[in-house]
């Protein structure tokens, strides 16, 4: 908002479509933006509890007994530590801590693929002038849209023929099919925002192209690379479809391990624990995420594409 | 606007400093190498799914041996599988009926609408939503950090846990009953069960749509705004006549994304409602029913599958056709604007 | 517009990774030889066992007992995962790779008939005959495809009545009897009985129970022709629609599964309750119970002709593989499975049900567990559930039309019709 006090006076009501240039405007403009101003921090504060609330929730329900699942009390109350030795236990049948080593061995190996492949088109298709550019582009971000469905099902068929279900590489192809094409686009993005005129300069300088290289691209492309990692991590990370499908006990993820938490009996569903596994889930993620906000936001927006 | 001035795609987004045509010819050498590597690892992880689905679409799903009791190879289907779906036809004795109210085939209208209805009103309900959080955090006000950390939180969430989430929130006992002092059955019924889910969606996906569609608003020059305040526009005709306009090409890519998305719903309703509502099916989702039917005939989950994967690509197809929505165009000039 | 298209022949080269991959694709396929039924009949030697999770540890005892016994034909044991989704599909998995390492394999008493059909299963026919007189016969019919048996029943489950002692003192014997007694649920302002009526297995479960309790049949003899269309089956699914109709089952039921019927009745809101026998001992030492010392069991309601309702079965069967090199000594390993010493084991250390009847009447179990005698009668006049290849098409039968008719959606007549049609499409292939 500017701080010019704005010509643009109206009504009390702020609907006001004629201007007024009376000796009130100025009055009535600095009501009309204070009316704003308290307008913006009520809707903000809308904002942030639809947003936090649920998720408030459930660190609540993580830390309060299991005899008192359902108390409504919207805050701390029959505190326990309980629930997250529940959900990290293995006595239950439920593996939570093999779950996270998975998906951690999982994400990371999609990740490095794909950073290993993707930067190379994304360098090429940043900087690099060629025909059917935007037939490549179009490609894949089709292919980062493509239904997971659409794959899992030939996919469940041949990993059973090739007795691959219940292991790693079963996870991982398919977690390339869309961690790949955001790969490639986020940094594609991230790429031609660089200053890469500074490469030449250095060149021109005395540099040797390794030393340009070396002091002045890889400085200024490891952030982008780092946030397209995380990216790519995080839409592995959450991926369950075909997680949900092709995994036995061994290679469980944890998203699977979430939805799939069972009880001290065969057919209990024990809310408290499950909502401690999902916070011991979510919260690296989220802390994370907080951390690098600023360039994942901005990861996000050029990627274009949710995790 | 900015859609405008961006440079036609197929030519150097940066023009090199000596156009010369060797040069040019020795980059697209180079660019083959480049992105060779990644095209063919998309040719495996999802061209030869995808060619496998198509050639078992057309095979018959193995069948028992009304002798034996065991099960023979079905042989060649043909369009049969297809038909089955589309046309809701189950295999009788000598011939065909209309697949019966409990078979799978009888659900895919169904599953059709319920994955188009999910697809319009959350992408209405994010649209409205994430235009209005996207609004409020271009404000300059204290607390905006707070505000735009905490939109990153629902994000952030794994849709399973989200599932897990909602879940609990709904369950008969649970808050949000207590919240608004009903004992509603949520995953019971037909419209709460499809509520449930919007409800959900809408939490976990909203600050996506309203994070693409601020990226959109920064590029706005504050000038333009206000210019539009001399000219004595009002904060509503500003939104329709300027601000709309302007967000308009990001907007359309977010909501073509997020169409994209919604049509693939699984995970949500898999474990929220595990499909069911209503007289069973309220929540069964295309995906879902691929998945049912995985282990019951994988032939005839290839046409499913299949079917589902040309929907999706048809839908996207008429949107940037008819709706223009440039997704590369607008990849490249918002890239500009941004950051 | 030209922008546009030239966007559409972008995504349209999606189109071409398909073109791509059509190089790539190649075409897999398996060849066999000989029939794998009649090979290694009589072979001994090391053998795994594939079983899923062992949460109460009963597995691994039994087998270093079985292999300080047999020092040359060691069992090892397989561990799957704990959800049923996924042992089958590792099972179908290492049967369609002609795994000789899967040799006896622990299956859900539905699934026996697909893998039997798929010709994965040995006959336990010849050389490799058990004795099944002394086993609950219900048990052995759901082991049983084509009038051979394939499998060896290895532990079970029945459904038990669940009622407050402080409200009835004695048990309902019958639905009707039931439903009169449901005036003192009204009375105390609770519900009176509840199921598991959410749209899952076990719906599939409380229906087959009302319909074969009612003296109806789902399918018939020869497993698959659907007799679901009658009168008597009609009576069945009736009460169950009758009784949510007048409020009897509570309304919240329908989104019942086991868990939930548990903590309504452990929480004092239902007179009765039809559940498995896990529920005992947590509604007797459950923290929130408040009918610890107020409740007892009786075998299901049934028909008004002093026998007790049909009970659907739980349980798993346990069978060879026809791609085992060991099958004597797989055979023999399923026996001493079913052995009363094992038998009993499974019941005290796993609270899994015995399948042998003889246990039922054993005093020092009788003392432990104090709905074993309840149980042996709800096992007794159990109905399996249809032995069928196509079960999940089935089931989905059974449940989909059965929610539709409970929820009020479809008049019992359309839902019956609709499920007859339903479970003949099934195993009519698609």
């Known amino acids: 908002m500017s701080a010019i006090a704005g010509p643009a006076a109206a009504t009390a009501e702020g609907r006001a479509l004629r201007l007024e240039r009376t000796g009130t405007a100025n009055k009535v403009g600095k009501r009309r933006r204070r009316n704003q101003s308290i307008r913006t921090a009520i809707s903000a504060i809308v904002i942030v509890v639809w947003c936090v609330a649920p998720f408030y929730w459930m660190i609540v329900t993580s830390f309060r007994d299991v005899g008192f699942t359902f108390d409504t009390t919207p805050w701390f109350t029959h505190f326990t530590w309980d629930n997250y030795v529940t959900a990290l236990s293995t006595n239950l049948g439920n593996h939570l801590g093999r779950a996270l080593l998975n998906s951690l061995i999982i994400g990371a190996v999609t990740t490095v693929i794909c950073l290993l492949f993707g930067i190379f088109a994304a360098y090429a298709l940043a900087r690099l002038d060629f025909r059917f550019k935007g037939i490549v582009m179009g490609v894949i971000l089709g292919a980062s849209m493509f239904p997971g469905v659409a794959l899992l099902t030939p996919l469940f068929q041949l990993f059973t023929s090739w007795g691959w279900i219940g292991t790693y590489q079963a996870l991982i192809l398919p977690d390339i099919s869309f961690a790949l094409p955001l790969t490639v686009y986020t940094l594609t993005s991230f790429f031609r925002e660089m200053p890469w005129d500074l490469e030449e300069a250095a060149r021109i300088d005395g540099c040797t192209p390794a030393q340009a290289f070396r002091k002045i691209i890889l400085p200024l492309a490891a952030p982008a690379v780092f946030t397209t990692a995380i990216l790519a991590f995080i839409a592995s990370w959450n991926e369950y479809l075909i997680a949900s499908q092709l995994t036995t006990d061994a290679t469980q993820t944890v998203t699977v391990a979430i939805a799939g938490f069972t009880g001290s009996q065969p057919h209990q569903e024990p809310y408290t624990a499950v909502m401690a596994a999902g916070v011991v889930v979510t919260i690296p993620l989220v802390i994370l995420v907080l951390i690098f906000q600023r360039r994942i936001v901005a990861g996000l927006t050029a990627g274009g594409v949710k995790g | 606007m900015s859609t405008e001035t961006a440079t036609p795609l197929g030519t150097v987004a940066r023009p090199p400093r000596s156009g010369l045509k060797k040069q040019q010819r020795g980059q697209a050498r180079w660019a083959i190498w480049l992105i060779l590597p990644t095209m063919a690892l998309l040719a495996v992880v999802i061209g030869y799914p995808i060619v496998s689905a198509i050639v078992m679409s057309f095979q018959k799903d193995a069948g028992l041996d009304s002798s034996t009791g065991m099960f023979v190879q079905g042989g060649f289907a043909g369009f049969q599988n297809y038909a089955h779906w589309l046309l809701q036809q189950c295999a009788s004795s000598g011939g065909t009926v209309a697949c019966p109210p409990g078979s799978l085939g009888a659900q895919f209208w169904n599953a059709v609408g319920v994955t188009f209805f999910f697809t319009v009103v959350t992408v209405i309900l994010e649209t409205v939503f994430g235009l209005w959080m996207a609004i409020i955090m271009n404000r300059a006000f204290r607390g905006r950090g707070i505000v735009r950390a905490a939109i990153l939180v629902p994000w952030a969430i794994p849709t399973a846990v989200t599932a897990k989430l909602w879940f609990f929130i709904f369950s008969a006992a649970g808050v949000a009953n207590a919240l608004i002092g009903q004992r509603i059955l949520w995953v019971s019924g037909e419209w709460s069960s499809r509520w449930a889910i919007i409800i959900a969606d809408t939490w976990k996906t909203t600050p996506f749509m309203a994070l693409l569609i601020l990226a959109g608003l920064q590029l706005i020059p504050d000038e333009v705004n206000e210019a539009a305040k001399v000219d004595g526009a009002s904060t509503v005709q500003r939104f329709w006549r300027v601000t709309l306009p302007l967000v308009k090409p990001a907007l359309m890519v977010a909501v073509l994304f997020r169409i994209l998305d919604a049509l693939r719903i699984y995970d949500l309703p898999a474990i929220l409602t595990g499909g069911g509502g209503g007289s069973g099916n309220a929540t069964t989702t295309l995906s879902i029913l691929v998945v049912q039917q995985i282990r019951q005939g994988p032939n005839s989950a290839s046409a499913l599958s299949t079917i589902t994967f040309i929907i999706i690509f048809l839908v996207a197809f008429i949107f940037v056709r008819f709706l223009g929505a440039n997704v590369v165009r607008t990849q490249e000039s918002q890239q500009k604007g941004t950051l | ?430």
């Open chain 3, 1 to 430: 517009m030209r922008r546009a298209r030239k966007t559409t022949l972008r995504l349209s080269g999606l189109a071409g990774i398909a073109v791509l991959g059509m190089v790539l694709a190649g075409c897999s396929g398996g060849g066999g030889s000989g029939d794998p039924k009649s090979q290694n009949l009589d072979g001994k030697g090391p053998i795994t066992y594939v079983q899923g999770k062992d949460n109460s540890n009963v597995v691994r005892p039994l087998i270093a007992k079985w292999n300080k016994a047999h020092p040359d034909e060691k069992v090892t044991f397989k561990e799957q995962s704990d959800q049923a989704d996924q042992q089958h599909d590792d099972l179908v998995q290492n049967f369609q790779a002609k795994n000789a390492n899967y040799d006896v394999v622990d299956v859900d008493v539905v699934w026996t008939a697909e893998f039997a059909a798929k010709g994965w299963l040995q006959p336990l026919t010849g050389s490799l005959k058990i004795d099944t007189s002394k086993l609950f016969k219900p048990t052995v019919a759901t082991a049983t495809y084509n009038g051979t048996l394939y499998a060896a029943p290895q532990t079970s489950d029945g459904g038990l009545l669940y009622y407050r002692t402080d409200l009835v003192k004695t048990p309902p014997t019958s639905w009707d009897e039931m439903m009169k007694d449901c005036d003192i649920a009204k009375q105390a302002g609770i519900g009176c009985y509840a199921g598991q009526f959410a749209q899952y297995e076990g719906l599939t479960v409380n229906t087959a129970e009302a319909i074969n309790t009612a003296g109806g049949t789902i399918v018939g003899k020869d497993g698959k022709s659907p007799t679901v269309d009658s009168a008597d089956a009609k009576k069945g699914l009736q009460r169950l629609v009758d009784g949510f109709k007048n409020g009897d089952i509570p309304a919240d039921a329908i989104t019942y599964q086991e868990e939930q019927g548990r903590q309504a009745f452990e929480a004092g809101k239902l007179l009765f309750l039809r559940n498995w026998p896990y529920v005992y001992s947590l509604a007797k030492t459950d923290g929130s119970s408040v009918v610890k010392d107020k409740f007892a069991v009786a075998p299901l309601p049934g028909n008004g002709n002093g026998k007790p309702g049909a009970s659907s079965l739980g349980g798993h069967n346990a069978a060879i593989s026809v791609y085992s090199k060991h099958k004597q000594t797989a055979h023999d390993f399923i026996e001493f499975l079913q052995s009363e010493q094992t038998q009993k084991f499974f019941m005290t250390q796993g609270s899994l049900a015995p399948v042998l009847a003889s246990l039922y009447d054993d005093s020092e179990l009788n003392s432990k567990f104090g709905y074993l005698s309840t149980l042996k009668k709800s096992i007794e006049s159990a109905v399996p559930r249809p032995v069928t290849p196509f079960y999940p098409a089935v089931t989905k039968a059974i449940q989909d039309n059965a929610y539709a008719a409970l929820k009020g959606n479809k008049s019992v007549d359309t839902a019956l019709k609709d499920m007859s049609d339903a479970i003949k499409a099934a195993g009519s292939g698609s």
